[in-house]
T-cell receptor, first 112, second 114 residues
């Protein structure tokens, strides 16, 4: 069974203080990895899809990277508006590749 | 473009009552998903439709839960009878096609069963 673990559970940063969130997974064969952002009271908002080890994607202050065992979401010079819960997910194998297994998320708080 | 639309946004009901949640997927998307989110278990897939046909309902917790998709632009998730442990946030998501395409989520329905 696929497992996704995110760390830390919560992270508090000062505005401008760069850091990274971790998503580690145990899957039978990597079929991609998704990152979502979720604001309180809202649905998850798609950020990135990574498909192969070594791949990187960027959006504003966020950069996602992928290795064979984990993914990192790097946040550079964060702003208060980056505060949210960040979720990662991996698709199932074979005919179940529609089935996303989500981590519990990292709650990021950026203080001004 | 309109995203996934869900209604109601909030629902408070008493134990034993029937609850119906509604979803309109993004136009042109062929796959639709219902999820439940709780603090303890996180996001869990309840049921998956492709081209209006239920493909995987293994996540539906009990027979009290049922879902339908009568056409490409509408789906319902029904709980009958509801119980306090059903209290959660229910999300609908849609994707362009079958497979590991990106899933786009609606705003959710926050359900409280008293």
């Amino acid at each position: 069974e696929d497992q996704v673990t995110q760390s830390p559970e919560a992270l508090r940063l000062q505005e401008g203080e760069s850091s990274s969130l971790n998503c580690s997974y145990t899957v039978s064969g990597l079929r991609g990895l998704f990152w979502y952002r979720q604001d309180p009271g809202k649905g998850p908002e798609f950020l990135f899809t990574l498909y192969s080890a070594g791949e990187e994607k960027e959006k504003e202050r966020l950069k996602a990277t992928l290795t064979k065992k984990e993914s990192f979401l790097h946040i550079t010079a964060p702003k208060p508006e980056d505060s949210a819960t960040y979720l990662c997910a991996v698709p199932g194998s074979g005919g179940s590749n529609y089935k996303l297994t989500f981590g519990k998320g990292t709650l990021l708080t950026v203080n001004p | 473009d309109a995203g996934v639309i869900q209604s109601p946004r909030h629902e408070v009901t008493e134990m034993g009552q029937e609850v119906t949640l509604r979803c309109k997927p993004i136009s042109g998307h062929n796959s639709l998903f219902w999820y439940r989110q709780t603090m303890m278990r996180g996001l869990e897939l309840l049921i998956y439709f492709n081209n209006n046909v239920p493909i995987d309902d293994s996540g539906m917790p009990e027979d009290r839960f049922s879902a339908k998709m009568p056409n490409a632009s509408f789906s319902t998730l029904k709980i009958q009878p509801s119980e306090p442990r059903d209290s959660a946030v229910y999300f609908c998501a849609s994707s362009l096609s079958r497979g590991s395409e990106t899933q786009y989520f609606g705003p959710g329905t926050r359900l409280l069963v008293l």
